[in-house]
Structures are given as C-alpha cells and as structure tokens.
C-alpha cells in the first residue's frame, strides 16, 4: 500500500462542476503539498498545508491531521482547469523525503 | 513563472552513458530536491541538497548523483543508463525548513535507448 492515495485517479465533469480530489495517508507528516502538473511535465504548486484550510481563488484545499486526510476542491470548474493534480507529503520522520500519490487526472469538458 | 529553470529539456542517451542534468533555482533558495517521474506515475524522491551537501536520499543508486553550488545552481548525475531511467527529471526549490513551499522547474525529459 502506498503511504499516499489519492481519489479518483482519473475524473471527467463538465465546466461549471463542482470538483473534489481526495488525498489520503499513512505517515505523520509536517506538510501536505497539493500540485498541478500541466501536459509537458511543469508542476506549479498549489498549496501547501499543515492543518486547517487554505483558499486561492476558486480553489480550496482542507486537511484532518487526525484523520490523516486532505481535499482538494475547484469550484466553478473551467476546462484550462484541466491537468494531473498531485497531493504530495513531507513525513515527519523521512527527514527530507516528499512522497507524493500516482495524481489524478481532471478533464473539464466545455 | 516559478523562477526555476532547468536544462536540457530533452535528451536522448544510450545504455551505459553518463547524463548531467541541471538546476538553477531562485536566489536564496538554499535547499534543492531532485525527482523523478516515469510515465504515468507520480514524482520519486532521489535526493536533496542543502547548502551544497546531500541531506536526504530516496531509494536510488550510487550512479545517481549530484551536486549543488554556492550560485543555487545544481546538478543531477547518472552513471551507466539503463532503459528504465527513462523519465522526466523535476528539480525543486525551497527555503530551508519542514514548511518550505515548493518551486519546480519545467523538468529534463530523458529517453535511454
């Protein structure tokens, strides 16, 4: 099992969706990353968290320490919204290790 | 615009070369961390660098290694390719520290032939 999942691994929904991204794991950590990774490989990092809630723009990211669990939500989704968006964590222990999930893949159609 | 620049973009190498992929980062950022990606997969941690010395490694072998100089440039060594170091190598830039935001370069596409 890997020590990030995240949920659904691929998602399709039209422009205007409400759109939410699962992100869950397994390790203590200090910091959850949330990245957006365009076709041609640059990753622009979104947020990043170590508890509470976080908002830019028509995006939100949450985190449950206890539960060890974080979401990625894009309200009024837009096709150029479209990308691989990647929850990756700093685990308290690995000293310097990110450990990232496999991503998951929007489309938002027009 | 993440003020993170790396170069080649894209390389082709055959089995058994040896490839130096590099790294500028942003002014101050003092801390550099290498991934790699394969195809379809999420980034895999190679190794970080903090004031030009190595401190954190992922599960990756000796033949990969690197470097970081004083002008917050860095460098990504690979010894004796094989087929499946085929990937897109990321650097990222940060503030030292456990909470230092992240800045990623556009990454190095390498194909090993």
């Known amino acids: 099992k890997n020590e990030v999942e995240q949920s659904p691994q691929n998602l399709t929904a039209q422009e205007g969706e409400f759109i939410t991204i699962n992100c869950s794991y397994s390790?203590?950590?200090?910091?959850l990353h949330w990245l957006q990774q365009h076709p041609g490989g640059g990753i622009v990092s979104l947020f990043m968290l170590s508890s509470g809630k976080k908002k830019h723009g028509r995006l939100i990211a949450t985190i449950n320490i206890q539960e060890k669990h974080s979401s990625l939500h894009i309200t009024a989704s837009h096709p150029r919204d479209s990308a691989v968006y990647i929850c990756?964590?700093?685990?308290?222990?690995?000293?310097?290790?990110?450990?990232f999930g496999q991503g998951t893949r929007l489309t938002i159609n027009p | 615009e993440t003020g993170v620049t790396q170069s080649p973009t894209h390389l082709i190498k055959t089995r058994g070369q040896q490839v130096t992929l590099r790294c500028s980062s942003q002014s101050g950022h003092n801390t550099v961390s290498w991934y790699q990606q394969a195809l379809g997969q999420g980034p895999q941690f190679i190794f970080q660098?903090?004031?030009?010395?190595?401190?954190g490694r992922g599960n990756f072998p000796p033949r990969f290694s690197g470097l970081q100089f004083p002008n917050y440039s860095s460098e990504l060594n690979v010894n004796a390719l094989e087929l499946d170091d085929s990937a897109l190598y990321l650097c990222?830039?940060?503030?030292?520290?456990?909470?230092?935001?992240?800045?990623f370069g556009e990454g190095s596409r390498l194909t090993v032939l």
């Open positions: 990222a830039s940060s503030l030292p520290g456990d909470t230092g935001e992240l800045f």
């Open positions: 660098y903090y004031r030009e010395e190595e401190n």
């Open positions: 990756a964590v700093r685990s308290r222990q690995g000293a310097q290790k990110l450990v």
């Open positions: 390790v203590g950590i200090s910091a």
